[in-house]
């Protein structure tokens, strides 16, 4: 019983790393797709200020602006909050999975439902305590940069600053702010990223039994590229105007908004009608798939490095 104890404790401190491994690779691929799609969210869906083409037009502004910095503007609070939730989200996902098909004792070969639903659902709704604020203070500098209406002078000069002037102007709650969006957005993504994920590379692998042992490595590396990519789409697809939603919760400068991701969604709709609610669509979908393949491939690669059984 002991070594069977140690075995899984180990096996958890290795989930732990080849997620935050997984979580590294999501922000350096795409974190200059999120920043134009933050921008647009917020500007698109605003009253006033200017109003964005479409992401290229937005990505190109950015670019005379401020350079490529401004792209990985935000960057710093990416790093620290998506590792880490990258790190629980796939820890835990692996462990509930594992948890959850040793309770059914299934025998089936196929990805099962019942069991990678409310495991990715279980691992999005956690991490979504950890990814708010630091999404929070990311989606605040992005919009402080170019065309932002945001005076110089209220401007904040770091993550840090932002984090700390939050606090103390709106108080430990204000760095939750946007946590229900978060949430539904978390737990809702995760389970048909998941899902698409399994599906796809349990189809794959099924289709590819006979490729030769020489190339299965390329052949590993194309499937996590495909399934990771196309599940990356599926998420975003799915949740994209409850992270609108999330966004505007969060960038909005008056303290008594409203914090409910529905009534801002109807007050979107009646601004922007319901292309409102996919603001950002096409750098969202553009950094979906490199973004989450990278993640995927990163992932598998890791636990085969660490040992890590993946059914």
Not at 39 to 46: A, S, Y
Request: proline share 4%.
């Amino acid at each position: 019983m002991k070594e069977e104890r140690e075995e899984v404790e180990v096996s958890g401190y290795k989930d732990y790393v080849a997620g935050l491994l997984a979580g590294v690779s999501i922000v350096v691929v795409g974190h200059p797709f999120d920043t134009v799609k933050v921008k647009l969210q917020k500007h698109n869906t605003e009253a006033h200020g200017i109003k964005y083409k479409n992401g290229l037009h937005c990505a190109a502004r950015i670019l005379s602006n401020e350079g490529v910095r401004g792209l990985y503007r935000g960057a710093t609070s990416s790093f620290i909050g998506v590792s880490f939730e990258s790190s629980l989200l796939f820890a835990m996902y692996s462990q509930t999975k594992r948890s959850l098909q040793y309770q059914r004792r299934l025998q089936r070969s196929d990805p099962d439902p019942l069991v990678i639903i409310p495991s990715a659902a279980a691992g999005g709704a956690m991490i979504s305590f950890v990814l708010c604020p630091s999404e929070l203070v990311k989606c605040r500098m992005q919009v402080q940069g170019t065309d932002s209406l945001i005076p110089k002078s209220s401007r904040y000069s770091g993550p840090l600053d932002c984090a700390v002037r939050t606090i103390k102007t709106e108080g430990v709650s204000g760095i939750f702010r946007g946590g229900v969006a978060t949430l539904f957005r978390e737990s809702l993504g995760n389970a048909m990223f998941f899902s698409v994920y399994e599906n796809v590379r349990h189809l794959m692998h099924s289709k590819l039994k006979s490729a030769s042992h020489d190339h299965k490595g390329m052949t590993d590396i194309g499937i996590g590229i495909l399934s990771g990519g196309l599940g990356g789409v599926a998420f975003w697809s799915t949740v994209l105007p409850l992270d609108v939603a999330k966004t505007i919760i969060q960038t909005d400068p008056d303290r008594s908004g409203t914090r409910n991701p529905f009534r801002v969604l109807h007050s979107v709709y009646r601004r922007a009608g319901i292309r409102g609610y996919y603001a950002g669509l096409g750098p969202t979908i553009l950094r979906a798939f490199p973004a989450n393949a990278a993640a995927i491939v990163t992932w598998e690669f890791a636990m085969k490095i660490l040992g890590i059984r993946h059914d």
